[in-house]
Each structure stands twice: as structure tokens, then as C-alpha cells.
């Protein structure tokens, strides 16, 4: 019975989210993105994950490509925003997003993927491990030069 209620006003506020989107003539303000945060969260809250992770790349097109014309007054809020959409993604399967939100607030000495995420994602590691972690592969094997990865990373993967 709780749940049922708790159900409806999530909906009902996700409707209202919805059609106040709809209703911005202008996309590219901050204001639009921070409605797009509360529909993910209201979704996470329902259990859609699908219209969650849409609502997700959405966040994190609009920052990462940097649309949003008023962006200065509200770097920090944008950036809690992406790390909360990386999040929905990581938790959804996307190793990519699982990378950036694990690396977030690490030292920057201490990051790993961050700095060398365009060297992965060319020669396609990053590729072979989200298809590992989406079981379409049951062993990978890596060859590189020691200079590219200065620590062995070993992973076992039991059926």
C-alpha cells in the first residue's frame, strides 16, 4: 500500500517534470539539466532503469559537450549532476561511465583511466572489457608493452 502511494507520486511528479521540460523553449540552461537530474532519480526511485540510463546519456551529453550555455555559475552543481549520471550508468553496466564515477574524486597522481582513457578506448580495451562484463566474452587476453600498464591487472571470470 505504501509502495503503491510512494509509486504514484513519483509518477505524478515525474509527468510534471516531463511536461515542464516540454514546455522550455530553451534547452541549454542549467535549469534543464537539473530537471533531467530529478527525472533520473525519480526513475531510480520507481525502478525503471531503462528510462533512467536515457535520461542519463542525456546529462551527460549536455556536460560533456558543453551546451549549456550558462555553465559558469554552476560548474560544481554540473559536475555532482554528471557524477550522479555516470553513476545511474555504472550501476546499469556501462563500464566506460564505471571507470570515470570509480576515478572521480581520486587524487590526480592516482588516477589510472582518466589519463589514458582516449589510448584505451582507441585500441578498443575498453571495448573488449565492457563485452567481459556483459558476458559476450568468457576469457580476455591482453598483450602490452610495460610501459602502457604499470601494474598487472589480472582478472578471473568463473562461470
Known amino acids: ?4 502511494r510512494m509509486d504514484l507520486v513519483s509518477n505524478k511528479r515525474i509527468n510534471e ?4 521540460i516540454d514546455k522550455l523553449e530553451d534547452k541549454n540552461k542549467f535549469i534543464y539539466v537539473q530537471a533531467l537530474d530529478s527525472i533520473v532519480s525519480e526513475y531510480e526511485t520507481l525502478g525503471n532503469s531503462v528510462k533512467a540510463v536515457l535520461y542519463a546519456r ?8 558543453e551546451k549549456c550555455k550558462d555553465r559558469l555559475g554552476h560548474i560544481q552543481g554540473l559536475n555532482a549532476m554528471l557524477l550522479n549520471a555516470y553513476d545511474v550508468l555504472a550501476r546499469n553496466g556501462d563500464f566506460r561511465a564505471f571507470c570515470l564515477a570509480l ?9 589510472y583511466y582518466i589519463p589514458r582513457m ?3 578506448e582507441r585500441h578498443g580495451i575498453l571495448a573488449a572489457f565492457q563485452d567481459l562484463a ?3 566474452l568468457d576469457l580476455l587476453v591482453l598483450n602490452m608493452p610495460p ?3 604499470p601494474v598487472k591487472v589480472q582478472f578471473h571470470c568463473f562461470s
Open 118 to 120: 582516449d589510448l584505451l
Open 58 to 65: 542525456e546529462i551527460v551529453d549536455m556536460v560533456t559537450n
Open 134 to 136: 556483459d558476458d559476450k
Open 147 to 149: 610501459r602502457l600498464v
Open 103 to 111: 576515478e572521480w574524486n581520486r587524487p590526480v597522481d592516482k588516477k
Open 1 to 4: 500500500m505504501v509502495t503503491q
Open 17 to 20: 517534470l516531463e511536461s515542464l
